[in-house]
């Protein structure tokens, strides 16, 4: 069921009562999370009643939320798969012609469709909170989107002070929060199947004051209410794995961004003394 038949089928109801009336208005202005949303949560944010829900959602003809969810799941969210479903049902296409050049045709394709839906203001806009120096950055990145955060973070500090990785373990988490201020920002990189403590910490730094900047693979996702800005990237793949291409395409350009930042010559010397210290790399 789309917004539209969801908007139809309200209307033939007839009057609506107060506490309905704020459901049908929650529902219109956030249609694409309720496939994600939880229904104590859904309840306090609209300011309603489990029960006064189930008795709306009766009227419209559905036994109960799980099943209405299901229904705008179903016309909203792309059929994903998993690496393991796709190795056992067989969806991998053969491996038939050149391999090397059907994966650049599929690089060029999730390229071209990112940067063409790219917001260049969006980006602009996280450049801008990625090098505010009145706050913290923080980076989070859990599962294949664990390495994107480990690189971004790799290069950002040398460009930067008071960059944080934070490691994606439940039990040291107050520890690394301790310190966030509404003047922080997170980078929350996550893609479908979208990683629950990444979920969770968005939600948290949002609550908290902090700017949210989310990278993701679905336009459709539980990062909606809670990112201040949003980038969705394509990672289309015939292979067992989806692609990861378009994801750094932009994390390198983030950082081709920040690179316009004054004084770094001074870490850049930094961190190159302290590799000469621990003879880091090899010499001739």
Not at 114 to 132: E, G, M, R
Request: hydrophobic share 35%.
């Amino acid at each position: 069921m789309n917004k539209k038949q969801f908007g139809e089928q309200v209307n033939q109801l007839g009057p609506l009562s107060g506490a309905e009336q704020l459901i049908v208005r929650y529902f219109s202005n956030s249609y694409t999370v309720l496939p994600f949303a939880k229904i104590d949560e859904l309840c306090k944010q609209v300011g309603v009643g489990k029960a006064t829900l189930g008795r709306f959602l009766n009227r419209l003809g559905f036994s109960g939320f799980i099943e209405f969810k299901k229904c705008v799941s179903d016309d909203l969210v792309q059929e994903l798969s998993t690496p393991i479903d796709r190795c056992m049902s067989g969806q991998v296409e053969s491996q038939s012609g050149c391999l090397i050049t059907k994966h650049y045709q599929e690089v060029k394709s999730n390229l071209e469709g990112t940067f063409n839906q790219l917001s260049h203001q969006d980006f602009q806009s996280t450049i801008d909170a990625f090098t505010d120096p009145r706050g913290k950055l923080y980076v989070i990145g859990s599962a294949s989107a664990e390495a994107l955060a480990n690189y971004f973070y790799l290069l950002a500090r040398y460009l930067r002070k008071d960059v944080v990785l934070i490691k994606a373990d439940p039990s040291t988490l107050p520890h690394q929060l301790v310190d966030v201020t509404e003047n922080d920002t997170l980078f929350a990189i996550s893609y479908h199947r979208y990683s629950n403590i990444t979920l969770r910490l968005a939600k948290w730094f949002k609550e908290h004051g902090g700017e949210v900047v989310v990278l993701t693979d679905q336009a459709v996702n539980p990062f909606v209410s809670y990112a201040d800005i949003l980038f969705s990237v394509e990672s289309q793949s015939e292979g067992i794995f989806n692609n990861r291409t378009s994801g750094l395409f932009l994390i390198e350009a983030f950082i081709k961004g920040m690179s316009n930042v004054e004084n770094k010559e001074d870490r850049f010397s930094r961190i190159e003394k302290t590799f000469g210290d621990f003879d880091f790399f090899k010499t001739n």
